[in-house]
């Protein structure tokens, strides 16, 4: 059997599941703290084939040579820095993350937009609270909020100007550990935070890492691609079909 068939068959596949990751991408681009997903590749059959099979096996190797999409990686790229004048909006620029305490445990995000609660604790849009660079909630007196590149928080009250805790900025020593839960949240399974090198921007709200041109473009490519796999296949099917008609007869 042509192994074309194959390179078609494969492509069309790994084209149908880039456009679910095309799609999810520029769904968000208006999204605070999303990040884009991209695509990695792997064999068809990578670690799958029978070892004992001979080493010849024409029908094995022309599968196995052409790739399929392995998954979606995370791009932990920078988005775009927009102020906002809100004391309690908070950005990174740099690598890192915020963590919030949620029911299910500790969940990560870029999306800095925050709140003071009834209480006085720092908390995510969600009621989510923030944790501190000892995962503790942060509690903040009423007073002007100050917050410094390195997270700490100061308040100025009637009796002066307290420091009331420091803003945690997370990071892993494997990025790869991550996994998108949600649209602007991660999960990190059992990986252990470290801390992280992001400066902390007061006032200030980081968007999307995919934008609306790039996103619509790489769409609109990736339909172009997954529609010549379609033709690809017709062409294939067409020829198998005349070749059956022709040469059955003849057995």
């Known amino acids: 059997m042509d192994s074309g068939l194959y390179a078609a068959y494969t492509g069309l596949m790994a084209r149908t599941q880039a456009l679910d990751t095309a799609a999810n991408n520029l769904a968000n681009v208006g999204t605070s703290g999303f990040r884009s997903q991209k695509d990695y ?3 068809v059959f990578a670690g799958g084939l029978d070892r004992e099979a001979p080493a010849d ?3 094995g190797e022309s599968v196995n040579g052409f790739g399929v999409l392995g998954g979606n990686r995370l791009d932990l790229g920078q988005g775009q820095l927009t102020a906002t004048g809100n004391p309690l909006d908070l950005a990174l620029e740099g690598q890192g993350f915020f ?4 029911p299910n445990g500790l969940t990560y995000t870029r999306d800095g937009a925050f709140t003071r609660s009834t209480t006085g604790v720092l908390q995510s849009s969600l009621g989510e609270p923030v ?3 000892n995962q503790k909630p942060i509690t903040i007196p009423t007073g002007t909020v100050h917050i410094s590149s390195d997270g700490s928080v ?3 009250t009637p009796d002066g100007t307290v420091v009331v805790g420091q803003v945690g900025v997370f990071n892993f020593a494997d990025t790869s550990a991550l996994t998108a839960d949600g649209t602007n949240r991660f999960s990190a399974g ?3 935070p470290v801390a992280g090198d992001a400066s902390v921007l007061q006032g200030s709200i980081e968007g999307a890492n995919e934008d609306a041109i790039h996103g619509t473009m ?3 490519l990736v339909q172009r691609q997954a529609e010549m796999m379609q033709k690809a296949l017709s062409v294939f099917n067409n020829e198998f079909d005349k070749t059956a008609a022709e040469e059955l007869p003849r057995v």
């Not at 963590?99 to 949620?102: F, K, S």
């Open 41 to 43: 590749f792997r064999g």
């Open 57 to 59: 096996s024409q029908v």
């Open 99 to 102: 963590a919030l305490q949620t």
């Open 131 to 133: 944790m501190d660079v």
């Open 154 to 156: 100061s308040v100025a």
């Open 190 to 192: 059992g990986a252990k």
């Open 218 to 220: 790489q769409l609109v």
